[in-house]
């Protein structure tokens, strides 16, 4: 009998779980939503525990972004608050909401794709995630699969708009996305 389950396949590169954040997002952009994406990866095992898009639309509600609504599956899975074997992937840098539930979770480790120029958090705006004085503050790589992600979110806005154009470098978009 070979080891060789699905399991010992499946690539646990920090790519695929941005590629799964991504897919994540063209669940949003065909759901009519800002297509940004989410998913939580348990350190340990390489699991995927949680998995969201923005649904603001969908349920009415401000908050629920998609790094919103995977902490909390993310956090019923664990039966804790603490998601402290995590790691966040996220298509676009986290808004200042979005960063606050990422400190509050003990979330030790975020990874974003396209930076935010009207409301991110962790570098462009604000500086919450970068803030030692937090409790609590998270390593944080954004840049991953940037190029993919802004694509989708400039898609997005261009329809919604009317053909609007891109503001910023590679990677920003021309609105504000939480």
Known sequence: MSDESPAFLEDLSPEHFMAEALKEARRAREAEEVPVGAVIVDVESG??????HNQRELLKDPTAHAEILAITQAADYYKSWR?????????????????????????????????????????SVFEVLANSSNNHFPRVQGGMLADESAELLREFFRERRGGGGIRGESGSTNGSTG
Do not use: F, N, W
């Open 83 to 123: 998601l402290t074997d995590c790691v966040l992937y996220v298509t676009l840098e986290p808004c200042l909401m979005c960063a606050g539930a990422i400190v509050q979770a003990r979330i030790p480790e975020v990874v974003y794709g396209a930076v935010d120029p009207k409301a991110g958090a962790h570098c």
């Open 47 to 52: 699991r995927v525990v949680a998995r969201s």
